[in-house]
């Protein structure tokens, strides 16, 4: 159903002049590491194809074509896990059981940490919700967040007693307001992300587990964006907690892991109550088990965990000033780039981000927890378009990909002035400067000539009117009628 429309605007042209790199930038001229679905091709709505311009690596970033290789070499060998005594089984359990044992050395974890595998960082983080410490039934403490939260690290906290801090405009005040809050005691936990989703700006972990720990509290870090650009050493950072997901990491399948500390998380009530977490069961009582598995209750995903595995391993591999020099300067290269376009605006949240502590990258592979900086993530707004529009744009007339809305962070968006949401450019290893040149090309153009094409409100979302362009044979042929995701909406 229509319910507004935007006409084109009629002296529509196509290819605009792209910004020229300079040498700064040549490092990012080639992607650092193959992923599945780098070359596909994305058909245009004036006609004709283009190279699919992912710059959505935020939302779920593409399989590493090493993951690839790995799942189909695996799966042959899938089962069911830890409850068969067959070939397949027994190869099937040794590969998730072993994935816990990878995935606690990329983040530098304790020989004692537990590693849950659960559905996705929300999950793992609810699952956390659930174990925080209580006498008789009634919680021992309060969770401390700021206002910059996803949704996935704001939610869980405001089933249980729970104080929330409003950042400050830079992550030195920030940091002096938590402290204050923490004075005050009271506080068992404070949960904090390692990189904002919506802007990329990352947060002092060691300092704020240091600070947190002043005041017998714990901390969780919400990683699910840092993982996939920073190194992370939980044990050298003193985190007591820590989730992510497989598919921002470059692995598919969706699996989440929690890594820390197992006294709360034996402790706690289990996650998922069914075969596999319990000791004992009777008919009317049940005896829980202690470890993962507590949390693990029916058949895990072991390809999800496999994958997961695979995928810090090669992350893993990197050498460090070559991933982080090749974020950087597709970075530096768009922020430069949307900086001298009338009327585009480039969003942060702390004036001293960049700044503050160690500058990203320094340190011995470590810049996660001695410093901040910024990750392959560039927010931004166009003066005049609705974000949506200006996505729906992107991709109609220029086969390029982001994200626009409010990043499940409605409360950040409306901190920034952004209501009604904005637009994130993503990117990581499988990333190329072109992906950046293309952007700003497409924005360049749109301030100058207006849009090509005449767009209506379907659903929620923007899409291009009498759109003909068609899916795979195997996927349902229905371009722009999926509806706008709940957190776009106001």
Same mark, same amino acid.
């Given at each position: 159903?229509?319910?507004?429309?935007?006409?084109?605007?009629?002296?529509?042209?196509?290819?605009?002049?792209?910004?020229?790199?300079?040498?700064?930038?040549?490092? /990012?001229?080639?992607?650092?590491?193959?992923?599945?679905?780098?070359?596909?091709?994305?058909?245009?709505?004036?006609?004709?194809?283009?190279?699919?311009?992912?710059?959505?690596?935020?939302?779920?970033?593409?399989?590493?074509?090493?993951?690839?290789?790995?799942?189909?070499?695996?799966?042959?060998?899938?089962?069911?896990?830890?409850?068969?005594?067959?070939?397949?089984?027994?190869?099937?359990?040794?590969?998730?059981?072993?994935?816990?044992?990878?995935?606690?050395?990329?983040?530098?974890?304790?020989?004692?940490?537990?590693?849950?595998?659960?559905?996705?960082?929300?999950?793992?983080?609810?699952?956390?919700?659930?174990?925080?410490?209580?006498?008789?039934?009634?919680?021992?403490?309060?969770?401390?967040?700021?206002?910059?939260?996803?949704?996935?690290?704001?939610?869980?906290?405001?089933?249980?007693?729970?104080?929330?801090?409003?950042?400050?405009?830079?992550?030195?005040?920030?940091?002096?307001?938590?402290?204050?809050?923490?004075?005050?005691?009271?506080?068992?936990?404070?949960?904090?992300?390692?990189?904002?989703?919506?802007?990329?700006?990352?947060?002092?972990?060691?300092?704020?587990?240091?600070?947190?720990?002043?005041?017998?509290?714990?901390?969780?870090?919400?990683?699910?964006?840092?993982?996939?650009?920073?190194?992370?050493?939980?044990?050298?950072?003193?985190?007591?907690?820590?989730?992510?997901?497989?598919?921002?990491?470059?692995?598919?399948?969706? /699996?989440?892991?929690?890594?820390?500390?197992?006294?709360?998380?034996?402790?706690?009530?289990?996650?998922?109550?069914?075969?596999?977490?319990?000791?004992?069961?009777?008919?009317?009582?049940?005896?829980?088990?202690?470890?993962?598995?507590?949390?693990?209750?029916?058949?895990?995903?072991?390809?999800?965990?496999?994958?997961?595995?695979?995928?810090?391993?090669?992350?893993?591999?990197?050498?460090?000033?070559?991933?982080?020099?090749?974020?950087?300067?597709?970075?530096?290269?768009?922020?430069?780039?949307?900086?001298?376009?009338?009327?585009?605006?480039?969003?942060?949240?702390?004036?001293?981000?960049?700044?503050?502590?160690?500058?990203?990258?320094?340190?011995?592979?470590?810049?996660?927890?001695?410093?901040?900086?910024?990750? =392959?993530?560039?927010?931004?707004?166009?003066?005049?378009?609705?974000?949506?529009?200006?996505?729906?744009?992107?991709?109609?007339?220029?086969?390029? =990909?982001?994200?626009?809305?409010?990043?499940?962070?409605?409360?950040?968006?409306?901190?920034?002035?952004?209501?009604?949401?904005?637009?994130?450019?993503?990117?990581?290893?499988?990333?190329?400067?072109?992906? /950046?040149?293309?952007?700003?090309?497409?924005?360049?153009?749109?301030?100058?000539?207006?849009?090509?094409?005449?767009?209506?409100?379907?659903?929620?979302?923007?899409?291009?009117?009498?759109?003909?362009?068609?899916?795979?044979?195997?996927?349902?042929?229905?371009?722009?009628?999926?509806?706008?995701?709940?957190?776009?909406?106001?």
């Amino acid at each position: 159903m229509t319910t507004a429309t935007i006409p084109a605007t009629p002296d529509f042209q196509t290819g605009a002049s792209p910004a020229r790199p300079d040498a700064r930038f040549a490092v /990012a001229r080639r992607p650092l590491a193959a992923v599945t679905g780098a070359e596909i091709q994305a058909p245009l709505i004036q006609g004709g194809h283009v190279r699919y311009a992912n710059l959505d690596y935020g939302a779920s970033a593409p399989a590493l074509s090493v993951v690839s290789a790995y799942l189909n070499e695996i799966l042959p060998y899938y089962a069911s896990v830890h409850r068969g005594a067959g070939y397949a089984s027994q190869i099937s359990t040794s590969v998730y059981e072993n994935a816990r044992t990878i995935v606690r050395e990329f983040v530098g974890g304790r020989p004692d940490d537990a590693v849950i595998f659960t559905r996705n960082t929300t999950d793992s983080l609810n699952l956390l919700a659930g174990c925080l410490p209580a006498v008789d039934g009634v919680h021992t403490g309060e969770v401390l967040y700021l206002d910059i939260e996803h949704h996935a690290n704001l939610l869980p906290w405001q089933r249980v007693p729970h104080r929330s801090v409003i950042a400050a405009p830079t992550l030195a005040a920030t940091l002096e307001l938590l402290r204050a809050e923490l004075a005050h005691g009271g506080v068992s936990l404070l949960a904090v992300t390692g990189a904002s989703n919506v802007t990329g700006e990352i947060l002092p972990i060691r300092a704020l587990a240091a600070l947190a720990h002043d005041y017998g509290a714990r901390i969780v870090v919400d990683a699910a964006q840092l993982a996939p650009h920073r190194r992370i050493d939980i044990a050298a950072d003193d985190v007591d907690y820590l989730a992510f997901s497989g598919h921002k990491l470059y692995a598919p399948f969706g /699996a989440g892991v929690l890594i820390g500390r197992p006294d709360w998380l034996d402790a706690g009530t289990p996650h998922l109550a069914g075969g596999g977490a319990v000791q004992d069961a009777r008919i009317d009582s049940v005896s829980w088990t202690t470890g993962p598995a507590r949390h693990e209750g029916g058949s895990p995903n072991v390809l999800g965990a496999a994958a997961l595995a695979r995928a810090t391993q090669v992350i893993a591999d990197l050498d460090v000033d070559q991933w982080h020099a090749h974020e950087n300067a597709i970075r530096s290269f768009l922020v430069e780039g949307l900086s001298r376009i009338d009327g585009v605006t480039v969003h942060q949240i702390f004036s001293d981000s960049a700044s503050f502590g160690s500058p990203a990258g320094a340190g011995p592979g470590n810049a996660a927890g001695t410093g901040t900086g910024t990750i =392959g993530v560039v927010n931004f707004s166009v003066e005049g378009y609705d974000a949506g529009l200006v996505a729906a744009y992107l991709s109609a007339e220029h086969g390029i =990909g982001l994200r626009d809305g409010r990043f499940c962070a409605h409360p950040l968006l409306r901190r920034l002035g952004l209501p009604s949401g904005s637009l994130r450019a993503s990117f990581g290893v499988g990333s190329r400067l072109e992906d /950046a040149q293309r952007l700003l090309a497409a924005l360049q153009e749109l301030r100058r000539t207006g849009l090509g094409w005449d767009y209506v409100v379907d659903a929620g979302r923007w899409v291009p009117s009498n759109d003909t362009r068609s899916y795979p044979h195997w996927a349902p042929n229905t371009p722009g009628t999926a509806g706008a995701a709940p957190c776009t909406q106001d």
